[in-house]
Every structure is written in C-alpha cells, then in structure tokens.
C-alpha cells in the first residue's frame, strides 16, 4: 500500500516537472492546496478517486497514466486475489483498487471501491466527466445534486459527473463498481 502511495505521487511530480509546471498550478486548476498537491507528491496522502480525475485533467493526461506509467496493452485479466491484496486505502476511509491501469488508451477508469459504515470521511466530490456505479455487496446511500438515492446489490446509478456527488455507507460493508468516462 505504502509503493502505490508512493508510485502515484511520484508520477504526478514526474509528469508536472516534464511539463514545467508548478505545484501552485496544478493545486490551483484542481481546486485544492499547493499543499495537499505536495503531500500526495511526497506519497504522505492519497488522492480520492475524484481528485485523482481532476489531476490527470490538469496534467492532461488520464488517470490510467497516473496509475501506471509503464505499460500498455491490449486486455487483461485481474484476479479476485490481486484485487484484494492490492487494494489501496484512501484518507477518507475507502479502499479503492484501479482495474485496467496499464491499458493506456482506456477511454473508462474503472476502481472497485470498499466502504465500512462509520469509517468513511464523508466528502463530497465534482469533476469532468460521467460516472457508472454499480453496487456489489452491501447498501450505499448516493447524492447526486439534490437527489438522494439508496442503491442496494445489484442497483446502478449513471450521472454526470460535474454535479455534486457523494456517497455514505448504509451497510457494515458496502462494495461497488465505479466507472469513469
């Protein structure tokens, strides 16, 4: 867990430095602080999937780029095993895993995500793009805009991105699909 902070924020500093930008401009189009931008750099943070959306945006690049420099190609297959072994564990409570991070013309970022009830940091998130949720184990309760949804197993929720959006627990363990565009 401690590598992948440390691979992800050493390619976001790797691909500022190339563009020969500064801390304060990337933190300043991704609405957060030059400091926070830092320590996600330093792998002392963890950006959640939505800032990871709105860095990748900044550095005109995708979130798959961030995630794993190095490869590309054309499918691929991920294990329950590797899934759960490599899952990485945000600030604000959730585990996340990015599936399909060295398919570098990925027009979709999908994670697996793995909330436990009154552990998350509740957050709520904007940024480009659309977002797919598909609930796998457990109950969510999910607020797009003004309106409030409880998906179940097997319930899915579409929606743009760019509205407000945030999601609490409302099961001991909830585990979803959450698809990028």
Not at 8 to 28: C, E, H, K, P, Y
Request: with cysteine; aromatic share 8%.
């Amino acid at each position: 867990m401690e590598d992948g902070k440390k691979q992800i924020g050493s390619r976001v500093r790797l691909l500022r430095l190339q563009q020969n930008r500064t801390l304060a401009d990337i933190a300043g189009k991704c609405s957060f602080s030059s400091s926070l931008l830092s320590k996600i750099e330093n792998g002392k943070a963890v950006p959640s999937v939505g800032s990871l959306v709105k860095i990748a945006g900044a550095l005109g690049t995708s979130v798959s780029a961030i995630l794993d420099a190095d490869k590309d190609v054309k499918s691929l297959f991920t294990s329950k095993e590797t899934v759960h072994q490599s899952m990485i564990a945000t600030e604000k409570g959730i585990d996340i895993y990015p599936f399909a991070t060295e398919h570098r013309a990925n027009k979709m970022q999908p994670f697996l995500h793995r909330a436990e009830r009154g552990k998350t940091v509740p957050r709520t998130d904007s940024h480009e793009g659309q977002e797919f949720i598909f609930v796998l184990q457990g109950s969510l309760k999910f607020k797009v805009g003004s309106v409030e949804y409880t998906l179940n197993e097997g319930d899915s929720l579409y929606f743009n991105s760019i509205e407000m959006h945030e999601g609490t627990p409302l099961t001991d363990v909830v585990e979803y699909l959450d698809i990028f565009v």
